[in-house]
């Protein structure tokens, strides 16, 4: 936006965000390895034929974590940014501290990251019989306020922004169907 300022407002606060920024970044970019050590530390705990199920999961946790950043940063943060910096009040100049804005900026990557998640959740979920295909299919009308529920309190009160998170929440909703589908026929060939 044309009338967009960031100040810092507090002694320090360049350096205290420069921390945060550098941490916050440090994990996204160490996520792979972090996950693999803790998939590590709970793997020899797994059954043999649970260990085969849970294969590839660290790449597949760690592509969709990552993938999630990348969409709150280059797809949602443009638009709740503009809107939010284009958001106008007589007599009131815009301007932002500098850790308001990184913290927004968080706001709009991290939890996508971690939502992102939701293909993963579901396949643990059929796995142990928690959640059927069916029953994702029947409660399809109720996911999708769910879904735009949680695209409300990830993004600002933006419609555009709500259903930039939601389309995506869905279509990771719609995976998931199949993916409990898919660990259901595995499961009825395994009991056979």
């Known amino acids: ?17 420069h921390i945060k ?14 996950f693999y050590q803790f998939w590590s530390f709970i793997a020899p705990g797994l059954y043999e034929e649970e260990r085969k199920a849970a294969r590839g999961v660290v790449f597949i946790c760690s592509s969709l974590f990552i993938m999630g950043i990348l969409f709150g940063y280059f797809i949602i943060s443009p638009f709740a940014v503009n809107f939010l910096a284009g958001y106008e009040i007589d007599g009131v ?34 796995k142990v019989g928690l959640v059927t295909a069916e029953f994702m299919k029947t409660y ?12 409300a309190l990830i993004t600002p009160p933006d419609v555009v922004t709500q259903f930039l998170i939601g389309i995506p929440l869905y279509f990771l909703y719609e995976v998931s169907i199949l993916i409990a589908k898919r660990v259901e026929k595995k499961n009825e060939l395994e009991m056979r």
């Open 1 to 17: 936006p044309t009338n967009f300022k960031i100040i810092a407002t507090e002694f320090g606060e360049r350096f205290i965000v």
């Open 21 to 34: 920024v550098s941490i916050m970044l440090g994990f996204v970019i160490a996520f792979p390895y972090v």
């Open 93 to 126: 100049e815009a301007t932002t501290s500098l850790s308001s804005y990184v913290s927004y900026m968080m706001m709009f990557t991290v939890p996508t990251g971690i939502v992102f998640e939701l293909p993963v959740v579901v396949y643990f979920l059929a």
């Open 140 to 151: 399809r009308r109720h996911s999708v306020v769910v879904i735009l529920v949680m695209a």
